[in-house]
């Protein structure tokens, strides 16, 4: 069965401060994995993509890395922001049509 | 234009209602979804289309009934709702690859319909 596990669940980190969540998965064939940001009651923004070849991927203070071989990523948030609090979602994908979400990390920037 | 727009924003209903949720997008996507997702859970899929054409049904209660008029548009009409139903209803799009394999592109979501069902 095709899963994605994210940790931790939820973190509280303090403006200014950096921040790293995990996802851990066993989709396979891999095809690619995506980290989305979604605020509440919103719909999922994609931060990042990234194929089997690709270690690393950066958008902005957002950094995505991928080790394909241990099945595992992380997303690095630098120099946090308020706007950074929101759920973060990890989506692997095979080749199917299927996606398959983790259950997301809950990001609380305080000032 | 990288938008896939959503209406109505939040609706509510009773349980002999009949509705509809509207997506559009126009980035040229010839695969558009719907998710159902409850609180602190991720998406769950519920319907794809291809091509206009309705490619994948996840087993998803008659009550829902999705329906793609055009490249561009894609419905989601309900009728009979159950109070367990409420929940934020997702629309998204991607371009499918020739083998048919929908999910190798990035997605893109629409904001949501917020749905309650009373």
């Known amino acids: 069965k095709n899963q994605v596990e994210q940790s931790p669940q939820s973190l509280i980190i303090l403006e200014g401060k950096n921040c790293t969540l995990q996802?851990?998965?066993?989709?396979?064939?891999?095809?690619?994995l995506r980290w989305y940001k979604q605020d509440t009651g919103r719909g999922p923004v994609s931060l990042t993509i990234?194929?089997?070849?690709?270690n690393t991927k950066s958008n902005g203070r957002y950094t995505a890395t991928l080790d394909a071989d241990t099945k595992q990523s992380s997303l690095h948030i630098t120099a946090s922001q308020l706007s950074d609090s929101a759920s973060y979602i990890c989506?692997?994908?095979?080749?199917?049509?299927?996606?398959?979400f983790g259950a997301g990390t809950t990001v609380t920037v305080r000032a | 234009d990288t938008e896939v727009t959503q209406t109505p924003k939040h609706l509510v209903m009773g349980m002999t209602n009949k509705k509809s949720l509207k997506c559009e997008q126009h980035?040229?996507?010839?695969?558009m979804y719907w998710y159902k997702q409850k609180a602190k859970k991720p998406p769950e899929l519920m319907f794809v289309?291809?091509?206009?054409?309705?490619?994948i049904n996840e087993s998803v209660p008659s009550r829902f009934s999705p329906e793609c008029p055009n490249s561009s548009l894609l419905n989601l009409h309900l009728h009979a709702l159950q109070p367990e139903d409420s929940a934020l209803y997702l629309c998204?799009?991607?371009?499918?690859?020739?083998?048919?394999?929908?999910?190798?592109?990035?997605?893109?979501f629409g904001p949501g319909t917020r749905l309650t069902v009373l």
């Open positions: 998204a799009s991607s371009h499918p690859n020739g083998r048919g394999a929908y999910s190798t592109d990035t997605q893109y």
């Open positions: 289309y291809s091509y206009e054409k309705l490619s």
């Open positions: 990234m194929t089997f070849s690709e």
């Open positions: 980035m040229g996507h010839r695969a």
């Open positions: 996802c851990n998965y066993t989709v396979s064939p891999f095809s690619n």
């Open positions: 989506v692997v994908s095979a080749n199917d049509y299927k996606l398959s």
